[in-house]
């Protein structure tokens, strides 16, 4: 991990709606993430995680404040070159690929809108880097298994070779068993290939595998900033994160599949 600021979020705030009904979802969000840091946001639903990665992916416009990438500041409108140094891999993979286009066509169709060429052997190379077999080109989304398919959600955001991955809780959609090798993959890659992560996630044992520093988000609000290990290690100071840690560490997802049933 360089001194380099890779993403550099100041001052962010975002609001639906108009007037009286305004609903401001994000409130002076600031932070920065290092050239090849793991950086994640936490909290509960509904605090403001995944709109701070919609905001850097040019999903929402209309925000307040200052964002930069590799120390260009980011406009309003969604532009190539932050479509090259920035990707995003959401939470379903199932439903972010097209269920009737083949795994060849999902991965080729960034490479055709940016103009590269040698797009057969830049497929076979993104599948093998994500460590699915090149046959699987030829499938479509619902012939793979739910890990297979965000294997493909991640080859997909790879293929133009960015920078920085924006991680919507990667593997929250994904079997128990399927997660680690995941994660893996994710830590792997970002060791490979010196990217730089922002991770959104419910998950702090996620958060602990794969992230050096955490923001804990309530309300809209950053409200604790602290390493990933604090989470784990020791007891944080801030009562928000507290309370988070403690009920993380009660949490059995089979205790809650029993509850729900």
Known sequence: MSDKTMIDVQHLDLSFGEG??????????????AEGESFGLVGESGSGKTTVLRCLAGQYTHWQGSLAVDGAALGRKLDRARCRKLQMVFQDPYGSL???HTIETALSEPLAIHGIGDRSARIDAILDK???????????????????????AIARALILEPRILLLDEPTSAL???VQAEILNLLADLRVR???????????????????DRVAVMQLGEIV????????????????????LVEASRHYSREMAQAMAA
């Open 130 to 152: 994500v460590g699915l077999p090149r046959a699987f080109r030829y499938r479509y989304p619902h012939q793979l298994s739910g890990g297979q398919r965000q294997r493909v």
């Open 175 to 177: 079997d128990v068993s």
């Open 193 to 211: 290939d010196g990217l730089t992560y922002l991770l959104v996630t419910h998950d702090l044992g996620v958060v602990a595998h794969l992230c």
């Open 20 to 33: 009286s009904n305004a609903n401001r979802v994000l409130r002076d969000v600031n932070f920065h993430v």
């Open 224 to 243: 604790d900033t602290i390493d990933s290990a604090s989470l784990t290690g020791s007891t944080p100071s801030h009562p928000y994160t507290r309370m």
């Open 98 to 100: 097209h269920p009737r």
